[in-house]
Structures are given as C-alpha cells and as structure tokens.
C-alpha cells in the first residue's frame, strides 16, 4: 500500500460517489432479506405540503421530550407509512413529522430539557435499516460492554482480515441528545459518551465527553441561553451510532432570541427547513445501505463511508411544496443530511428560468451584519448557489414579489457527492428539494426588504477582517495550531469468493483514531479509570489560530462543540509535494495511519502546534477571503480537498470586544472541569469511524462566573 495513494488518492467508494457504486447492490441485498428498493423516480414529487413543524415556547417551564418509535407519513399520502424515531412531547404517541420540534429560547432564560430515551430494544424495534447497519467493530456506544457483549471477544480472537464481529448489535438502544451550536457547559453537552438506555441500565463510558446528568433513562440539560441570538439545533451525537440515529429521526430546532439586541422588527417570521437525504423500500420503510456489497473493507463488516439517499426531504416529508404569496418569505435552512450536500438555487419550473435571489441574512451562530445575495444569475461563481454541507444553517430571504399566481419554482440542487469531485445529482430526483406555489397575494407587504441592504444588527464583532482574509486589527493570537484531516484507505482484498474494492477504513483528525492513543506529547486526563489524551487543550479567553489541512479527496464540514468561530481564509496546497514531507516526517519516514501527528505535537513544528510540517513551504496562490455570506459566526465550516481552510476561535462569547485580554474573557458558566468537549467532521458517517477528537478547555481562573448549574450533576 503506498503512502502517496493512502494519503490522497480517492478511494473507490467516496470517489465514484457512494450513490454510483451502491446503486447495483441495493437490490439484491434487499432481496435477500425479503424487501425491494423503492424507485425514486417512481415517486410524486410536490404533491405534499410542506408540514408545520411543532413549535414549544421555552420559558414556559421544563420540557420533556421522549425519543420514541412511532409510524408517520414520510412518502407521499396513499404511499406506505414509514417507522420513524423523534423526540415526542409526554403523552404524544407521534407526530406528522419525525423532525422536531421547534424550541423557541430567550437569550437569558435558561431552558431545561428532560430528555429521556423511550426508543426500547433493537428485538422491539420496527427500524430495520437501523438494526441492519449497527456496526461493532467501530469506535462506538456498546451497552453491552462487559456483559454479553460478545462482539467484544470476537474482536480479540477472530482476525480482522476475516471480518471482524460480522453480526448486527442486540440490545438496548442507546441515545442521547446534543444542542448543536450551543454555548453550553461540558456537563451538558450531550457528547458522544453521554448517552443511556431506556432501560435505565447503561450509560456511556468512554473517552469522550462523559453524561453529566443521565439518571436511568433520561438526561436532564438546563441550557443557559447566553450566547447570542442563533438558529442552532439538536440531533442525536451517540458514539459510532449517530449516523443511525439521526437517520432515524432523532433531530430538531432550537433558535435563541435576543430581546435586548433585536434584528429589524419587520423580518418576516422564520420557517424552518430541515434538508436530508433517504432511502425507501416498497413498504415506505427506510433503507440504509450497510454490509456486503456496499463496505469497501471486510475490517469493518457494515459501516460504509457516506450514506448518500436517492430521494430529497424537507421537515420530514418527501418533496413537498410550499403555498407562497408573491411576498417576501424568511427560512431557516438546515443541512441535517448524513454526507449530502446541497448547492441550491430557485428555478421556474416551467420556463427554467433561473431566479429569484436568495437573500442570505444569516449564518450558524446568528445574524450577518448585512444581507448577501445569493443569485444564480451572478457572474460570481462564489455568489452563485446557496452552498449547504452536513451541519450548516442559512438564515434566508426569498422575494416571490412580482410572480404571477400559478408560477411555480423549484428549489434546485446541483451539489455533486461526495463533494466537490463526485457525481452530480440526478436533475429529475436528487436535483430537486422543494417547491413553491404562487398564489394570489391576500395583504401588503411591509417586511424587511434585503435588497435595500438596511443593517440585521448592530455590526458583529469581527476577529478576523474578512475583506483581507486577516486577523481583525487589534486581534492576538495566542495559539496557532495546523491540524490536518487524513483518510485510512484499504487494500482490494477478496475473502472467501466476497471482493472487497478498498476505499475509505477511517477518517481522522489529525491523525489520530482514538482519544485512548498514548502519546508522551498528548495530555492524560483520567475519569472514572478512563484516560483520555488530549491534543487540543484550549484556555478559556484564548484567542486561536486553526489552520485545517486536508490531506483528503472529498470536503469535510468541520465542528466544533462550545464555540462559534470565524472563517478567515483558505489557501490551496500541493498535495503531492506535501504529503511527501508529511509521509517522511514518520518515524520510519513512510506515512503510519491513525498513530496521530508525525512530530511533536508541541514542539514539532515552530510555527504551530500540531505536530505537523509545516505547510506553509507548499502553499499555491493566495489565500481566498471567506465569501460574504460565510463571513459570519460560524460552528461548522467547510474544509474543502487539497486546501488549508484557517478559522480563528475565541474561546470566550461571541460579543466581547474583540480586544478584550484573554484573562477578561469568559463565559458565564465553567466551561472547563471533568467532561470537555469534541470538534469532528459533520459528515455523520465520518463522526461514527474516528473523525472526531476531545477538546478539554482550561478554565480562565481570573472568570465570574454568572450562570452556575445549581444541580448536582
Ligand atoms: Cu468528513
């Protein structure tokens, strides 16, 4: 196996697109197990409206919510009802969609959520797909651990060339729920170790994040809601099963308001759209591909690299449409796709005529200072389509002003996938997301209108410049850290009459595949007997330099838990040139996947930590200033191939001036202490195999604190 392909060749699977190689196999592995593959095509397109999502008004007192299994309407109506999972209010028995709910939080008024898990066993279970793709030979949840896990001692005796616990996990479903984008203590971050079971028996017990507050079947989370009005969201984050589990159902909205900062009055209300992915069969069930002959590597028997779905959802139904009045209409977007990304533009369905703009007044972590148009009429490529990757929200405007009753537009996709290399969509299914129907208009329109470009807020504090792609004057980096994304790809191997093609076997984070991986440069932090090592120790009120090298084929939408950052440039690399050096620096001078960085991670390269070589000798051309609409508070930024992409992080609020001294900055409550965070990769797929590491933060001790959880967690 040669270093060079290992580092930057594509692998088979995530090269062709997992949607070309799988196609074939789809059928016949559902055949075997008594199902058949529902023809996207075959399926009616805009002919279900779009559902109003449940709304709760946090503030109103503690909110259960219990994730449960229940039947609803995902395809069509006439078509089969699908076996879904999502978080239900006590009492509920479902819902018409699976997404949800809505939470609606005041900045400054904590809301707690009683999150209990509701979901059984995988023997009770109607979730076929979800049964058939655990997968135990990742890095995962593992309830059973010590007891009857026999996959445990498989791993020890069997030999990983023969496929190692090639059988599917019975047991208690674990699960557990993350504030996507929150400004949140540890304790309450719901981590990938903080999930339990609904029997109350298990919780998590690994190197990651830790519960906080687990009590038998629930968890409870106070969010304290200080940080700055943001669309955030939730979703399940369980170690090694949250492509299932969000897959499933498992996902919802959680936008903070800010009642002492407000954007324009007259901003039309918001309507959330929550984009993913799915696969059907011609029972309406969900599909998810796993084990032979989607896997590319016997090592791990079910896990596939990207599940990429033939058909498009919105707020949980499958291409619905959408009433609109020829006025200004505001929506919340969010990518909640496994690997799926979305390059999105309006289009007239009949005419094809491109149009009309996209406004968008909002990233991640809250409002932009000015509307960006998003225009596919542009001569700026940049400008051009809406571009989504797993994790990302667009707060946005659309003007249906002017188009007559009847029109028809088409919400467009062009992303191919994986992306940017892949295959593009298919124009007449996975091409398509939603639809808007013009209908007459029944009032005046006073919203806020984008294109006079009035503020949306008083101007953000701006770490880096992003007209220069620079730090912001006055801005000081106390840390600079280059860390780079690697991919672990197999041989072609043929086992027993099964050809296995090579492709993705993990995908790291600085190379690294464990948080348990010893290294005298890491930082033990022990817990309950469990040593975690920890590369990425940032002080609370520091300000950070990330330069995000990808060593990959395919972009990664990178985040990071606690904090929103800003984009500052990105930069293309010779990958050649580079992965050689990187390669030599080993110890044994040939490239050692998943042992971590080839050098001291503190001392190995004088210009950042990290323990990489430098790659400022490799760069090409000039770094490129963040587009304006990424130029904003962002939690998940996109790193694409071949480029370093540089984000600067503050470890402190988002509206603190942003000269203030590292030692006057701080949040209000402890972000440090026993439990940490974690930054991975938001293709779910990739979260589940490895592309994930710890971060632990020093608390500031200089803080006063504000917001003290009260609870003995
Ligand atoms: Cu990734």
Redesign the pocket.
């Known amino acids: 196996m040669s270093t060079r392909r290992q580092l930057i060749e594509r692998g088979l699977v995530a090269g062709v697109g997992a949607a070309g190689l799988m196609r074939p196999g789809i059928a016949e592995a559902l055949a075997a197990a008594g199902r058949e593959p529902l023809d996207a095509g075959t399926i009616p397109q805009f002919v279900t409206t779009l559902p109003e999502l449940e709304v709760i008004e946090a503030g109103r007192g503690p909110i259960e919510l219990r994730m449960r299994e229940f039947r609803t309407q995902v395809l069509p109506a006439e078509m089969p009802r699908t076996w879904v999972w999502g978080y239900l209010r006590p009492g509920q028995e479902g819902r018409s969609s699976y997404l949800g709910p809505v939470i609606v939080a005041e900045r400054g008024t904590p809301t707690e959520v009683r999150w209990v898990n509701d979901l059984g066993r995988t023997r009770s279970t109607h979730l076929r797909a979800w049964v058939a793709a655990t997968d135990q030979t990742v890095h995962w949840a593992d309830p059973l651990h010590g007891e009857a896990n026999t996959c445990a001692e498989a791993v020890e005796v069997g030999t990983p060339a023969t496929g190692m616990c090639a059988r599917h996990y019975h047991g208690p479903i674990p699960a557990t729920a993350h504030l996507h984008g929150g400004e949140v203590p540890p304790v309450i971050d719901g981590g990938p170790d903080s999930w339990y079971t609904s029997d109350g028996r298990f919780t998590g017990h690994g190197y990651y994040s830790r519960h906080g507050s687990a009590h038998a079947d629930h968890a409870v989370y106070r969010y304290p809601n200080v940080q700055e009005a943001a669309p955030i969201w939730f979703h399940d984050h369980t170690l090694g099963l949250t492509r299932l589990n969000v897959y499933a159902g498992l996902a919802g909205a959680y936008l903070i308001t800010d009642p002492a900062n407000p954007p324009p009055t007259n901003l039309p209300p918001p309507t959330p759209l929550a984009i993913q992915d799915r696969m059907f069969d011609t029972d309406g069930q969900l599909v998810f591909p796993a084990g032979v002959p989607f896997i590319p590597n016997p090592e791990h028997p079910y896990w596939v690299p990207e599940f990429i779905g033939d058909t498009i959802l919105v707020d949980g139904k499958v291409w619905p449409f959408l009433e609109v009045e020829p006025k200004r209409y505001r929506f919340l977007i969010l990518n909640g796709s496994n690997a799926r990304g979305y390059e999105m533009f309006l289009q007239h369905r009949h005419s094809h005529r491109r149009g009309p703009a996209i406004w968008q007044i909002g990233t991640d972590g809250g409002y932009l200072d000015t509307p960006v148009k998003i225009d596919p009429n542009s001569g700026d490529r940049e400008l051009r389509h809406l571009l989504m990757l797993p994790g990302e929200r667009a707060d946005v405007i659309v003007d249906f002003a002017g188009l007559a009753p009847g029109s028809r537009l088409v919400l467009r996709n062009v992303a191919s996938v994986p992306w940017p290399g892949g295959d593009p969509p298919d124009p007449e299914t996975t091409g398509r997301v939603m639809e808007f129907r013009v209908t007459r208009q029944t009032s005046r329109d006073t919203s806020y209108d984008p294109a006079r470009g009035a503020p949306l807020r008083r101007p953000m504090v701006r770490l880096v410049d992003p007209r220069s792609g620079t730090v912001a004057r006055g801005v000081r980096v106390q840390k600079t850290r280059q860390l780079t994304l690697n991919e672990v790809l197999g041989d072609p191997t043929s086992i027993g009459g099964v050809d296995y093609p090579g492709g993705p076997l993990e995908?790291l984070v600085n190379n690294t595949d464990l948080p348990g991986t010893d290294r005298p440069d890491f930082t033990p932090i022990t817990l309950r007997g469990i040593t975690t090592y920890y590369s990425e120790l940032p002080r609370e009120g520091e300000t950070e330099a990330w330069e995000i090298v990808n060593l990959t084929a395919d972009a990664?939408p990178m985040h990071l838990h606690l904090v929103q950052f800003q984009l500052m440039n990105r930069q293309r690399f010779d990958v050649d040139m580079y992965g050689e050096a990187y390669a030599a620096a080993f110890a044994g001078g040939a490239y050692r996947p998943g042992v971590g960085p080839p050098l001291d991670y503190r001392h190995g390269n004088p210009r950042a930590l990290g323990g990489n070589p430098d790659i400022a000798p490799f760069l090409v051309g000039a770094a490129r200033p963040p587009a304006p609409n990424e130029a904003g508070w962002k939690d998940t930024i996109i790193s694409p191939p071949a480029e370093v992409t540089r984000i600067v992080v503050r470890w402190a609020p988002t509206d603190l001036p942003a000269t203030t001294h590292p030692r006057d900055a701080f949040y209000p409550f402890d972000p440090g202490g026993k439990h940490g965070y974690v930054w991975h990769?938001h293709?779910i797929d990739?979260e589940d195999n490895e592309?994930m590491r710890p971060t632990h933060v020093t608390r500031n001790p200089a803080a006063v604190r504000t917001y003290v959880e009260g609870r003995d967690y």
């Open positions: 995908v990664h990769c293709i990739h592309m």
